[in-house]
């Protein structure tokens, strides 16, 4: 108990700014909640604050000075602070690069409420695992309250990757990125001006250690996304390699790998962390939407629990796609806590509906890409929009 976390969730309407005072700080009555391997516990007690350092929680009442501020904390409730082990900060939720650009000042306002929103919801850490984005993380470190953060650095991508193929990255980009240079594909072939000597996994660990990550973050994606390949995917023997140069440096190395066989191609080569479940069920597409598990899934699954590999199920992922085009969610009026209102009202206008317009347009793109895998899957479907 005498480790909880000292943030009050502001939906119960505790004053923060007090605890931010040197002054003593005594809340009273308040359901304390923690957890342990024996479960989740709550009691009425009370808190006592020294300096912004929790110094006593307990059922009995501690003795004070005088001079002490102190609340009533009724009703209200006092939690350890969580962790979003998965969070992408240099993200904007909701805009894209167009609307980003448009509106600046609503991206400003977007940010200067980011840290508050997420202590909002009790978190106190957060782990960013991609869009390496230092200036945006030093400025809410910068804020008067603020979660920890920790990042992973820049994600490590094998030159024509997934995201440099979607992102379509002009040659010169991709050649000015910090690539890990996949020595066993012998079908990329780099120019002399370019020194391979900086692109090594020892070169690319020892960038990211001096960007202060607390961790390694790398994508393998796959047919069983819908999309025929035509991106190149790191081989066996180099993700082996970077592996085993994380684990030198003393970092975890995190893999995105939301398919059945870039989970099992986390196992073989000895990954970390699982930063995604599997929704990418089938590269079969008569079997991408089959809701039962294989017995290979079922193995596959069962060999990382039994490896006590780190799995990150990010619910949310997906989730969050359904939300976009839900016609409700734009008026949930919880939205009003974690957004500015200008940012929010724009994105209840015709313009800010970019996203859902985007997921209904996914079955066109994948009817011209993958027509076999669109019309395996459009004729269980009727209500397309």
Not at 145 to 150: A, G, K, Q, T
Not at 256 to 265: K, M, N, V
Request: glycine share 6%.
């Amino acid at each position: 108990m005498t480790k909880i976390a000292t943030l009050i969730l502001s939906i119960l309407c505790l004053s923060i700014q007090s605890l931010s005072s040197q002054k003593t700080t005594l809340i009273k009555n308040i359901t304390i909640i923690s957890a342990n391997a024996e479960g989740v516990k709550n009691e009425l007690g009370h808190v006592l604050i020294e300096s912004e350092k929790i110094i006593y929680v307990g059922e009995k009442m501690p003795l004070v000075l005088k001079g002490h501020d102190e609340l009533d904390g009724k009703g209200k409730f006092l939690i350890p602070g969580l962790i979003d082990s998965h969070v992408h900060l240099a993200n904007t939720a909701g805009f894209n690069g167009q609307l980003k650009n448009k509106y600046p000042e609503l991206v400003d306002a977007y940010f200067e409420q980011l840290p508050r929103s997420y202590l909002y919801h009790g978190f106190t850490t957060l782990i960013d695992v991609n869009n390496y984005a230092p200036h945006r993380i030093n400025k809410v470190n910068q804020s008067l309250l603020h979660p920890d953060i920790y990042t992973c650095g820049n994600q490590v991508q094998v030159m024509d990757d997934f995201m440099m193929e979607m992102e379509e990255y002009p040659i010169n980009i991709r050649y000015q990125s910090q690539f890990l240079h996949d020595t066993y594909n012998k079908g990329i072939v780099f120019p002399d001006s370019i020194d391979l000597a900086e692109h090594t996994p020892k070169a690319i660990i020892s960038e990211i250690k001096e960007q202060d990550g607390a961790g390694v973050k790398i994508a393998y994606e796959d047919a069983a996304s819908g999309l025929v390949v035509s991106w190149a995917q790191p081989s066996k023997e180099i993700m082996t390699e970077l592996v085993l140069e994380a684990q030198r440096k003393k970092l975890p190395l995190l893999l995105h790998a939301p398919s059945l066989e870039g989970h099992q191609f986390g196992l073989e080569t000895g990954v970390h962390i699982f930063a995604h479940g599997l929704w990418n069920w089938s590269a079969d597409p008569k079997e991408y939407d089959n809701p039962n598990l294989t017995g290979e899934h079922k193995n596959t699954l069962l060999q990382i629990a039994q490896n006590q590999s780190g799995y990150q199920l990010t619910f949310r992922a997906l989730l969050g796609e359904k939300d976009l085009i839900s016609s409700s969610f734009s008026t949930d009026k919880n939205l009003d806590h974690v957004y500015p209102k200008a940012y929010l009202t724009l994105l209840r206008t015709k313009v800010g509906l970019w996203g859902k317009k985007k997921i209904f347009g996914r079955s066109e793109f994948l009817k011209r890409t993958n027509p076999e895998f669109y019309h395996a899957l459009r004729g269980k479907y009727t209500n397309e929009r």
